[in-house]
């Protein structure tokens, strides 16, 4: 009878040991996921802090580029608005353009492209961007092992009854992934 009564223990306590185990994983990536994102936002704040002082140097050359400015100053009102990892998504597409616009326009003026001002503000932006990408990775890869973990049996069973969401990843949208065409 002594031998039942501990064998019970034994596997109610290594249940719950196991429920806490895989709580305590869902938690923790649960929290990573949101680690990363916070990581993107950081350089998203941080690219477009350096975009204000971009505009203001080439609009001291190219003063008839309105239509380029306009969507440089609606991208960054779309990006400040985002709520959701698509929206900011959509909104990150539509800052990367609008700066891929406003890079175009610079060719068409040797004096500006010399600026060290310029130059400076450009490489900036270069660093950002390729950390932006980096945090993206991270981040996409932290929502993988998070939705893989609420999906794998089983901790989609805990995550289930203590409502743990899958995570959206950041992704490309449809218009980013065609290859521009350059013309010499």
């Known amino acids: 009878m002594d031998l039942w009564i501990i064998l019970i223990i034994i596997v ?15 938690v923790n990536g649960r929290n990573r996921v949101e680690n990363a994102w916070s990581q993107i936002d950081v350089q998203l704040q941080r690219r477009n802090d350096l975009i204000p002082n971009v505009v203001e140097t080439v609009k001291g050359y ?26 900011v998504a959509e909104a990150d597409d539509m800052i990367s353009g609008a700066l891929k616009s406003l890079f175009a326009v ?3 003026y040797p004096e500006l492209k010399a600026n060290t001002n310029f130059q400076q503000l450009q490489e900036e932006l270069s660093d950002t961007e390729d950390k932006i990408a980096y945090s993206r990775q991270f981040y996409n890869d932290a929502v993988l092992k998070y939705n893989n973990s609420c999906q794998e049996f089983p901790s989609n069973i805990i995550a289930s009854i203590f409502h743990f969401k899958e995570e959206q990843y950041f992704e490309a949208q449809e218009g980013s992934r065609v290859t521009p065409n350059i013309k010499f």
């Open 106 to 108: 610079a060719e068409a």
């Open 12 to 26: 109610v306590v290594v249940v719950l040991l196991l429920l806490v185990k895989y709580y305590n994983d869902l």
């Open 62 to 87: 190219a003063k008839h580029e309105k239509t380029t400015f306009e969507k440089i100053t609606q991208a960054r009102a779309n990006m400040a608005n985002a709520t959701s990892v698509e929206e």
